[in-house]
């Protein structure tokens, strides 16, 4: 071959691949800064979502156990002693049940070491799966359990009306501990991305998203 026409080639091969290597960085890139955010604002959420809880029910025994003693009327005693249990069970679980978050993170800082981008994106879909699980009915069971037994204890003594609010106002609580849990890696898998559809010599632009929420795990295309 020519020189001339060696040195154009070389040139044009290198003006092509160029701004395609380039591209094919800034998007890894920018994939790596996504899960960044994924799991170091998923790790700080567990945390603040942990010990804020605790701090919580950590407050409401303390304040139950004095009001078993302290409290000027026997009923409001007898349903101290109910909250005393109901608060201790639940410092209990705070303390055992740990956010999957930080754990996920220092795996994370080891994965992204090594530069194993598909191991991190497997690591995010079993995050969000367990997210999805701890949204789920499954995360409601225990407390429906200490809840209904201690309005029923209440009920037991003569006071129907306070057990039912008992019972009430222990599953709001629990609702509002399940919703205010991390979920960065399953608001990052819903969104949609860039994708094409290939039907032999056709293609269509779209986007697709992967779906978790506590009733399905399932994915969408659009175009």
Do not use: C
Not at 179 to 204: D, E, H, K, V, Y
């Amino acid at each position: 071959m020519h020189p001339f026409r060696l040195l154009t080639a070389l040139v044009t091969t290198l003006v092509i691949a160029l701004p395609v290597s380039l591209q094919a960085q800034a998007q890894t890139n920018g994939q790596w800064s996504e899960y960044d955010d994924v799991f170091e604002d998923g790790a700080r959420h567990a945390n603040v979502w942990q010990w804020g809880w605790t701090g919580v029910y950590a407050t409401s025994l303390a304040v139950n156990a004095y009001q078993s003693s302290e409290a000027s009327d026997d009923d409001d005693r007898f349903d101290a002693r109910v909250g005393v249990v109901k608060s201790a069970l639940a410092v209990g679980g705070m303390l055992t049940d740990r956010q999957p978050h930080p754990a996920a993170l220092a795996e994370y800082e080891r994965l992204k070491a090594s530069g194993d981008l598909s191991g991190v994106q497997a690591l995010g879909l079993q995050l969000a799966q367990a997210e999805r699980e701890r949204r789920g009915w499954g995360a409601r069971v225990s407390s429906l359990v200490v809840n209904g037994v201690a309005g029923a204890v209440i009920a037991a003594d003569g006071r129907e009306s306070d057990g039912a609010i008992n019972f009430a106002t222990g599953m709001l609580v629990n609702e509002l501990q399940i919703w205010s849990q991390p979920n960065q890696a399953s608001s990052a898998i819903n969104r949609f991305q860039p994708a094409n559809l290939s039907l032999g010599p056709m293609t269509i632009p779209g986007e697709y998203a992967l779906h978790v929420s506590p009733q399905q795990l399932g994915a969408t295309w659009r175009y």
